[in-house]
């Protein structure tokens, strides 16, 4: 199986997929600007099986309590696929299917199927897990870098939560809803009706993050970029607010982000 990086072409959009470096986008270049942050870290990475941090790495499911490799001690962060090289199931000129089975550390069978598609002024990302064996819980979410600065003034981020998640010490939502923080954000927000950011380099283009999903972690604390995060639950979401995948039921999500010339 080929873990080669494709590309999608669309009008004078291409994106780069990166199968063999966790599935994610490697790049998004409109008209040959570069938006998202380069490097085998940054572009955009898929967060599945779980979003952002689980406290110490735990994580119960009924009686059961597992344990995932703290890699953001004293947590474990932003699940495991990113980690792997997926499989490419089908690629055209505008669309690719990439697929991965989850294996160890985390403790149960599933796949994750992630479809991009590519058009001359959005990419919609869709990801889904499904089980065929026990159910599980589980958390969707991408986590683009985009850069902070295309070559003119930096970026600009407008967005209207409802609410931000009260962050405690250890980085993970205390449970209470506050209102809105000014930045610096390493935050999560809701959006009921839906993730609806909006993406401004002044002059240049503006850009839209938008999901059905309601939960939105906004980076903003690096020079270099910006992350806005689109999820299926808040970090800690395994422990507070699980999502569960069963063979019936497949947890699904999708994001588009789509722009326009300024």
């Known amino acids: 199986m080929s873990h080669e990086d494709i590309t999608l ?24 600007v570069e938006l998202l942050r380069q490097g085998e870290r940054f572009g955009c990475f898929p967060m599945v099986p779980w979003c952002g941090r689980i406290r110490d790495g735990r994580f119960r499911d009924g009686a059961d309590l597992h344990q995932m490799p703290l890699n953001s001690p004293p947590h474990a962060i932003h699940g495991t696929a990113r980690d792997g090289a ?14 991965y089975d989850l294996v160890e550390p985390w403790p ?10 590519l058009t ?15 159910s599980f819980p589980a958390q969707i979410g991408w986590h683009p870098w985009f ?6 003034e930096g970026v600009q981020l407008d967005f209207t939560p409802a609410w931000q998640e009260e962050r405690g010490e250890d980085h993970l939502p205390t449970g209470n809803r506050v209102d809105p923080k000014p930045s610096p954000w390493d935050d999560c927000f809701g959006m009921p009706d839906g993730v609806d950011v909006t993406l401004t380099w002044p ?10 999903e309601e939960w939105v972690v906004v980076y903003d604390e690096q020079e270099a970029a910006v992350c806005v995060e689109p999820q299926t ?3 800690n979401g ?25």
Not at 11 to 21: H, K, M, S
Not at 120 to 134: F, G, H, K, Q
């Open 120 to 134: 001359p002024d959005a990419l919609t990302l869709t990801m889904s897990v499904e089980t065929y064996d026990s």
């Open 147 to 152: 850069n902070r600065n295309l070559g003119g």
């Open 233 to 235: 639950g808040p970090p």
């Open 9 to 32: 072409t669309a009008g004078d959009a291409e994106v780069t997929l990166q199968p063999g470096n966790g599935g994610r986008v490697g790049g998004l270049r409109v008209g040959g």
């Open 108 to 117: 149960y069978q599933g796949r994750i199927t992630q479809l991009a598609l």
């Open 238 to 262: 395994l422990n507070t607010l699980p999502r569960l995948v069963t063979p019936l039921e497949p947890l699904e999500a999708s994001t588009t982000w789509s722009w326009r010339r300024l």
């Open 203 to 212: 002059r240049q283009l503006e850009l839209k993050v938008a999901s059905r």
């Open 86 to 99: 997926w499989s490419v199931a089908r690629t055209t000129t505008d669309e690719a299917v990439l697929t």
